[in-house]
T-cell receptor, first 117, second 114 residues
């Protein structure tokens, strides 16, 4: 079975601090995809990144960066110089091929990030 | 043009009623899903359809019945609504069942059962 663990339920930091959101996953499959989504207070799910299991390169997009380490089954997300607009619930998710058909996305329970001005 | 549109956005109804949530995607995707987000924000897959055929049916009460009249539509009908059905329901589409396809989420339907 697949599992995604986001151990941090809630993180609160002051604006301009850097913050890292942790994600640990479990899957039997050797080929899989990892995702991060942002859910702002308005409720929609905003896609941030997708990374396949064969690509362990770190990725940077503006103030966002992602660290994928297969050795520790982790896909952590760092926001540099956080801003109030970054306040949201962030979800890590996994998609793997099981039984010949996609199992959709398995989500972690989310980390509620609060950026205080 | 909204890629994955759900209607209604908000739905308030009494216990015992039957209601439907509609979903349409204009992306030409083959696969559509329903996800439920409960009050603790936990997101879990309920159903998936590929080209109108049911692929995944997670442990969901049989009061929930998805219907896919064509591959662009996946509606969710719920009978005898209960308080515990209150949640946000997301419709999602994907090009296919293979995992390397991305997923496009609708904006969600907030269902409140009173």
């Amino acid at each position: 079975a697949q599992k995604v663990t986001q151990a941090q339920t809630e993180i609160s930091v002051v604006e301009k601090e850097d913050v890292t959101l942790d994600c640990v996953y479990e899957t039997r499959d050797t080929t899989y995809y990892l995702f991060w989504y942002k859910q702002p207070p308005s409720g929609e799910l905003v896609f941030l990144i997708r990374r396949n299991s064969f690509d362990e390169q770190n990725e940077i997009s503006g103030r966002y960066s992602w660290n994928f380490q297969k050795s520790t089954s982790s896909f952590n997300f760092t926001i540099t110089a956080s801003q109030v607009v970054d306040s949201a619930v962030y979800f890590c998710a996994l998609s793997a091929l099981i039984g010949g058909g996609a199992d959709g996305l398995t989500f972690g329970k989310g980390t509620h990030l609060i950026i205080q001005p | 043009d909204t890629a994955v549109s759900q209607t209604p956005k908000y739905l308030v109804t009494q216990m015992g009623n039957d209601k439907s949530i509609k979903c349409e995607q204009n992306l030409g995707h083959d696969t559509m899903y329903w996800y439920k987000q409960d009050s603790k924000k936990f997101l879990k897959i309920m159903f998936s359809y590929n080209n109108k055929e049911l692929i995944i049916n997670e442990t969901v009460p049989n009061r929930f019945s998805p219907k896919s009249p064509d591959k662009a539509h996946l509606n969710l009908h719920i009978n005898s609504l209960e308080l515990g059905d209150s949640a946000v329901y997301f419709c999602v589409s994907s090009e296919g069942t293979l995992m390397f396809y991305g997923y496009t989420f609708g904006s969600g339907t907030r269902l409140t059962v009173v």
